[in-house]
């Protein structure tokens, strides 16, 4: 079975430090992968997804991903935080069942609390 | 471009009432839809999905059952609603084998 791993409940940085929030997965096949982020109350926002080609996905609002095969990890990063960016983040991987119907089943980490201090 | 609405964003409601949650899409045509629960501020577990009118396929056995009467309209109903059943409701919608963009939740809660 599909799955995602996000190690840590919380991640703390100061503004204008860099931060790594971390996701390993473990797939069958290729992986295509995912970021979101949800603020307090809201629905899940985009941040990019992997699928082939570049190690290095550029996202929304100056994220980034960097996609690691040997380590089967797909950590996302920003190299300078704001405290905006408090958020919780998701890290989801594609479930390849019914995918030749067009459908698309993601597979969700539990999340990671990102805090960011001024 | 493509915007994706949920009714209510809150909802109390007490046991054994009933549910009727609704979700939106507009910008598009026949989208792949979806159904969440959020319990805890955490973890999201898919409920229902749709690839098209009146398809409706379950993930998990539960009070709940979802229908799809329009190509851009998905509901999620419960005819008696459970202690359990409490959570944030997400709808979320992709074109075929892509990108899931989620609305706004509902807030259900119930007592």
């Known amino acids: 079975a599909q799955s995602v791993a996000q190690p840590e409940d919380q991640v703390n940085v100061a503004e204008g430090n860099p931060l790594t929030v971390k996701c390993t997965y473990s797939v069958s096949g290729n992986p295509y992968l995912f970021w979101y982020v949800q603020y307090p109350n809201r629905g899940l926002q985009f941040l990019l997804k992997?699928?082939?080609?570049?190690?290095l996905v550029k996202g929304s609002y100056g994220f980034e991903a960097e996609f690691n095969k040997s380590q089967t990890s797909f950590h996302l990063k920003k190299p300078s935080a704001l405290v905006s960016d408090s958020a919780l983040y998701f890290c989801?991987?594609?479930?390849?069942?019914?995918?030749?119907?067009?459908?698309?089943?993601?597979?969700f980490g539990t999340g990671t609390r990102l805090l960011v201090s001024p | 471009s493509q915007t994706i609405h949920q009714w209510p964003a809150t909802l109390v409601q007490p046991v054994g009432s009933p549910l009727s949650l609704e979700c939106t899409v507009e910008?598009?045509?026949?989208?792949?839809l979806y159904w969440y629960r959020q319990a805890a501020g955490r973890g999201l577990q898919l409920l229902f999905y749709s690839v098209g009118i009146g398809q409706i396929s379950s993930e998990v056995p539960q009070n709940l059952s979802a229908s799809r009467p329009q190509d851009r309209q998905f509901i999620l109903s419960s005819k008696k609603l459970l202690l359990s059943d409490s959570g944030f409701y997400l709808c979320?919608?992709?074109?075929?084998?892509?990108?899931?963009?989620f609305g706004p939740g509902t807030r259900l809660t119930v007592l």
């Open positions: 992997y699928i082939t080609g570049d190690n």
């Open positions: 979320a919608w992709s074109r075929r084998g892509n990108t899931q963009y």
């Open positions: 989801a991987v594609r479930d390849p069942v019914g995918v030749n119907t067009g459908f698309q089943k993601l597979v």
């Open positions: 910008g598009t045509s026949n989208p792949n």
